[in-house]
């Protein structure tokens, strides 16, 4: 496939920060036809991720390169993402920018799919089959963030807000994506109401995600407050945690509701939290070198087939991190995030190479978003057992919802 020519420009983030959006042409039956990707950006970020150029910079990269791809043409997605890997020449993607690699992957996959005439899921999961591994084609749970603390909370740097956690979510339990999101709206509406008469309206935020960010006091407060209105309205609701653990390592331990514990103690705590508030999946509960330490926790779990310890900073979307992190048995799921490997072929070689070792796959959003909804497609794509786009609120955050709807819609229409 040849590309006939590449817009590249800034725009803003949902954060108001500046980041890149790419639009490629292209002659389709003796038409120009055009799709348009643009990438997000993350404040919470793992220190093993590839480097993300400023955008201005990476304009000027890209005005270097913009001849050498147009000349060319591509078969096949591994063969574009492999010669933009070569043009930067390094692991960390520095040269180029993870940022402009990744918008141009995107890219690249939009058109692709455009020219075989299939929807971009299905252009991604025949990608993926194409690492030779076998999957079950289930649609994700929805993981929705709707209490914003630690990094992602305007608050905490206030001093108002005392949760320690990253993110506070709920995940619908039924297997109807659309009845899982009505179900997502109506508790977050309920809760919003619900804060506003606890603290007062003028004391009730949002985060980075669109989750609520309050005065709270503790993280348990947070979490009986999500458990209690679940309980009472039968919500096919269970409850997941970011902890972003990272984030709170100081000293050799972890600072939680202003106590440093160790490793064994913070255990200990998400343990009991597990039990009372019956939470099904964990995040990050240990800083992002503690392949030990995520072991001894998953080991506490005798089955954990219905329990998930998701890896993110530990794993960072990176094929050699996750080696480690499966020889360790450090957790039982990894985060994709495209972000932080830089390109689409990259992230399904991980993604495969997780569901050869019984791994799940959970696809995620970053706290500065776009309209962009590559990864609602992509989530589908791979099969991923969820997906995380933050609160049902906020236009970038609702385009990823909704485009699951739509395909959830497709596919049922033609079942």
Known sequence: MRIKDIHLKVILDSRGQSTLEAEFFAELKGETKSVISSVPSGKSKGSYEVVFLEPQLALEKFDQVKEKILARDFVSQKEFD???ISLDGTSSKKILGGNLILVLSMGFARLSALFQGIPLYQYLRKELEGFE???IPVFPFPFFNVINGGAHSGLRNEGKNFLDFQEFQIIPQVKDYSVGLSVAQEFYKKLQRFLEEKFSKDQVFLGDEAGFSCPFSSNEEALEIIFELIKKAHYPLKIGLDIAA???FEKGGYRIGGKLLS??????????LINRYEIISIEDPFFEDSFDDFSNFLSLFKDASN???IADDLTVTNKERLTTAITKKSANAILIKLTQIGTVSEALEVVAFAYKNNWK???SHRSGETLDDFIADFAVGIGAWGIK???PAKPERMAKYYRLLEIWQEINQKS
């Open 389 to 391: 786009a933050g609160a």
């Open 133 to 135: 591994v076998s999957f």
């Open 246 to 248: 990272s984030q709170i």
């Open 361 to 363: 796959a959970v696809v």
């Open 263 to 272: 490793s064994s103690q913070l255990a200990d705590y998400y343990k009991d």
């Open 307 to 309: 329990f998930l310890v």
């Open 82 to 84: 492999d010669f933009l």
